[in-house]
T-cell receptor, first 116, second 108 residues
């Protein structure tokens, strides 16, 4: 599974609270991605990173921020969680060495977030 | 913006029957990828198609990329219960744009 872990794996929180999800990889991949998955919507890109401190917005970035201070960690923050952010969140990486040749991504196990 | 449409949304088959899911893009793609997600799991990469008209096979799975590089299909011959899951196509134009997936259920 390309050495990707996500934490926490499950979280229940209340509306208005801040939440941070962590994606950790052990293989020095440059590109990392955050997606959310909802029934009827498939996978939608929230933010991505192409290096330390280099990030960009995806399709559904409103209400989310990210940070990447180290190669191995990509953090997704919901500053003030809302019920519409209840979802399953997946982190993904683009294997080092393949960037520019392919954009095949490998996914972490996911975090199930419930906002009450 | 770029859209990737995938049909059908659901497919229920009897074990041994064939299954096909179709993917269509509003724009020409540089490549298309297919992923499988088992219930409760994460998407797992299956294959990438790059060339116009390309056909690739993996055992009972056949993947096709259209001549115009705007459509693709995944065909499973003689489905088995282990094929259960959601199959996603993802089109590439920079970042990946995922279709909404086809959820396959197989009745033994």
């Amino acid at each position: 599974d390309a050495g990707i872990t996500q934490s926490p794996r499950h979280k229940v929180t209340e509306t208005g609270t801040p939440v941070t999800l962590r994606c950790h990889q052990t293989e020095n991949h440059r590109y990392m991605y955050w997606y959310r998955q909802d029934p009827g919507h498939g996978l939608r890109l929230i933010h991505y990173s192409y290096g330390v401190k280099d990030t960009d917005k995806g399709e559904v970035s409103d209400g989310y921020s990210v940070s990447r201070s180290k190669t191995e960690d990509f953090l997704l923050t919901l500053e003030s969680a809302t019920s519409s952010q209840t979802s399953v969140y997946f982190c993904a990486i683009l294997p080092a060495g393949l960037a520019g040749l392919t954009d095949t991504q490998y996914f972490g196990p996911g975090t199930r977030l419930t906002v009450l | 913006g770029q859209q990737v449409m995938q049909i059908p949304q659901y497919q229920h088959v009897q074990e041994g029957e064939d299954f096909t899911t179709y993917c269509n893009s509003s724009t020409t793609l540089s490549n298309i990828q297919w992923y499988k997600q088992r219930p409760g799991g994460h998407p797992v990469f299956l294959i990438q198609l790059v060339k116009s008209g390309e056909v690739k096979k993996q055992k009972r799975l056949t993947f096709q990329f259209g001549e115009a590089k705007k459509n693709s299909s995944l065909h499973i011959t003689a489905t088995q219960t282990t094929d259960v899951g959601t199959y996603f196509c993802a089109g590439s134009q920079g970042n990946l744009i995922f279709g909404k997936g086809t959820k396959l259920s197989v009745k033994p």
